[in-house]
């Protein structure tokens, strides 16, 4: 396959990735880093991966920052960064098979019970800096901050524009530490800034397009198609660990 295939089929997983971030608010790390990895060094894709996540939030927020209410968030996003060093320390020598077997089955289940109690719902925010040490600890230990935000945000009933902009408002600065961690190992190579920017105006007409579909999706058909997303997160991290474990 010549190079210029390659490019055209890196930036097709862009869209893709940016488009689904866009119209539900997460995702896209799911969806681009098996793709990528397949056509990409994987020490290329992984600063990709998190570069798109924080332009599309970023593009996100700058067309919608008067909607955005810290109110609601502050919490989730505050202790989600201080769950990140302890990730860090705690987790580093847990055998991570284990751990995301544990996390898929959870997701798993959770999904599959809200599917069938579709009224089960937290009424207050004072749980919100529980789901938000798990994000960053799991983010820390295992770049798997995802789950729980999305969890909480569904348990929350928040509506598909609150949903889609307030993860961002918590994944943003996460994605920022996770940059600066990739530029500090040295993952920001000339050819990653080049991909980079010749991907933002991909990722800025993803978003435009993610924007307008979000605002189509009735609320209940969202909140089930999170769930449906969740269990195939689950599945995967329950795939990944197999496939490690048998080698």
Known sequence: M???????LVLLIVFGASLYRSTFGFGDALIAM?????????????????FIGFASSVFILSRNWQKLDMRH????????????????????GTNENIVKTV??????????????NPHLNLKTDKSAFAFGIVSGI??????????????????????PQEFRLLLQGVFLPTNLFIIIGHGLAGLWTGEVLRLGLISMPVIFVAVLLGNY?????????FTK??????????????IQATLKFMK
């Open 2 to 8: 010549t190079v210029n295939y390659i490019f055209i």
């Open 34 to 50: 098996p793709l990528l990895a397949l056509f990409i060094n994987i020490k290329t894709a992984t600063p990709i991966v998190a």
């Open 73 to 92: 968030i502050w919490k989730l996003a505050l202790f989600s960064i201080l769950g990140i060093p302890l990730g860090l320390f705690f987790l580093k």
């Open 103 to 116: 996390l898929g089955l959870i997701l798993i289940i959770f999904s599959l019970f809200s599917l069938t």
């Open 138 to 159: 799991l983010g820390g230990a295992y770049n798997s901050n995802g789950p729980p935000i999305i969890i909480y945000g569904t348990l929350r009933k928040w509506t």
């Open 213 to 221: 579909l979000n605002k189509r999706i009735k609320a209940e058909q």
């Open 225 to 238: 198609l999170i769930y449906y997303f969740l269990i195939i997160i689950g599945l995967v991290l329950i």
